[in-house]
């Protein structure tokens, strides 16, 4: 098929995002763009669409600048006429299509994705928070703020916090938000409750614990499993058969879940620790207490897809914007690519039914989309549909191990300096068998 059968015509051939543009669609772009009145009032040689498809593509190449992006978009447009654009006439048109329409396209593209975990009949997800690195300027500085030091000294670089709701096993974002660093993730936790709904079940750590938290999250009828400290006072109101009972915090009642958790290492020591555990899951029939403990382990997940958005896109790199607003719209476009890779890794699992999305390699699936990118490879769906694609089929093809259970000490792994200061440390992983008793309240 000539190559101006498959992408866009005239000035709007460069927007694309290879095979990814199937997820990211022309149409979901154009109504975003539509919605927030972000669409140029005359096509110009950077229409509003190309410069979205930019900003994405732009994640896919995050070592590079953004003329090197489009180096790479227009790589694969065999013999059609496309602009060069100077880095000054790009950053216009980022600052022109401005943080609205990347905002509406992420609210478009956000959810749980096919195949997410159900467990008893309850969607899986989980809460948590991270930060990433900004430039150093004094607008970023200025608006997100940056870890505090010794007094009157300046430390690293300026951080944003970000926190989401992903559905766990598809590792897909279902709502995300983010500002300034020194703003703690208990007040952003809010501002997300608006996604969840009743037949959800929400994850999260101690930090969550909070009793005006856990009310508004039961207002919305969703259920929770919250961590708590172990020695939280927790005044049982009925003691249940399996051993867990029921308590009041604030005006919910919740299930309280006390467990302790032996890990036996094949050839290594023997831990073991305790959970207190909350929820609004108070049937222990219905809900046993024993898989209430192990299934909190999904919490895990949110970390995972913090690790592929900091290590395995980003690189542990600083972001590119300078100003706010830049990094605002950067944000929303790292969230959006890396849903669009998910949501690919989630429909491969589903139309295949031979794996899990959580055994699909990330890594693989980011190093195809770039290839197809540079290739303009699959923008528009043939005459055939292909329910997988090539990223899935590259995914597919080296599918991770199935999760094995292992144990391994939480020390850096490479300190910033070259001695030891810590000592010997044990850093093997071991495998484990893992015992969980109920402790009566």
Sequence with gaps: MPRRGVVASGAFAPGHLGELTQIVSFDLVDAALEATRSVQRRVRVLPSRVVVYLLLAGV?????????VWARLISGLDGLPVAAPTSSALAQALRRVGTAALRALFDLVAGPGAGAVRWRGLLVCAIDGTSLFIPDSAANSSRFGRQTGRA???????????????????????????GPYLTGETTYAPQLFDCLKPGMLLLADRNFAVAALIEKISGTRAELLIRCKDNRTLPPIKQLPDRSWLARVGTVVVRVVDAEITVRCQDGPRRA?????????????????????RLYHQRWEIETSYFELKSTILG???????????????VYALLITYQALRTAIADTALATGDFAADRGSFTIAVNTARDQLIHAAAVLTGTTIDLIGT????????????????????VVKRAISKHRAKGAIDRNTYKTQITVHIVPG
């Design 273 to 293: 620790g305790r959970y207190r555990l909350i929820t609004t899951l108070t049937d222990d029939r219905r809900y046993p207490a024993a898989e209430l403990v």
């Design 391 to 410: 990223i899935g089929r590259a995914v597919r093809a080296e599918l991770l191990a199935p999760r094995r259970e292992r144990t391994s000490p939480r």
């Design 60 to 68: 896919l190449f995050e070592q590079i600048g953004y003329r090197q």
């Design 152 to 178: 009157g000294a300046e430390a690293g670089y300026p951080m944003l916090r970000l926190l989401a709701v992903v559905a766990c096993g598809t590792r897909t974002v279902i709502d995300a938000v983010f």
């Design 316 to 330: 542990g790199r600083v972001l590119r914007a300078r100003t706010p607003d830049g990094v605002a719209q950067e």
